[in-house]
Nanobody, 119 residues
Framework: QVQLVESGGGLVQAGGSLRLSCAAS????????VGWFRQAPGKEREFVAS????????YYADSVKSRFTISRDNAKNTVYLQMNSLNPEDTAVYYC????????????WGQGTQVTVSS
């Protein structure tokens, strides 16, 4: 099992930036795929971005493409989500999750970090 802890959330004005971190411990593996998800009040959790173990393959939701960048530092067992040009629609609890490369479902989740963007 992998323990994931998110940090870096907070309150920011529209147009601002935040960098979220997802620190992993336990049965970590540099081969694991790590993703960021978010859930806004009254809405379902949605995919934001993911990154392969090597860091070479990244995927983004259309709503964040060109504004958000996912990266990882395997030496630190940490995945980052750089969020630029934030707008109020980005307000949500952001979660990181991990899965093995042969798994279809995300097996491990963090507790989330709140991001609030004011207009």
């Amino acid at each position: 099992q992998v323990q994931l802890v998110e940090s870096g959330g907070g309150l920011v004005q529209a147009g601002g930036s935040l960098r979220l971190s997802c620190a992993a411990s336990g049965r970590t593996s540099s081969r694991w795929i790590v993703g960021w998800f978010r859930q806004a009040p009254g809405k379902e959790r949605e995919f934001v971005a993911s990154i392969a173990g090597s860091g070479g393959d990244t995927y983004y939701a259309d709503s964040v493409k060109s504004r958000f960048t996912i990266s990882r530092d395997n030496a630190k067992n940490t995945v980052y989500l750089q969020m630029n040009s934030l707008n109020p629609e980005d307000t949500a609890v952001y979660y990181c999750a991990a899965r093995g490369i042969t798994n279809v479902s995300w097996s491990d989740w963090g507790q989330g970090t709140q991001v609030t963007v004011s207009s």
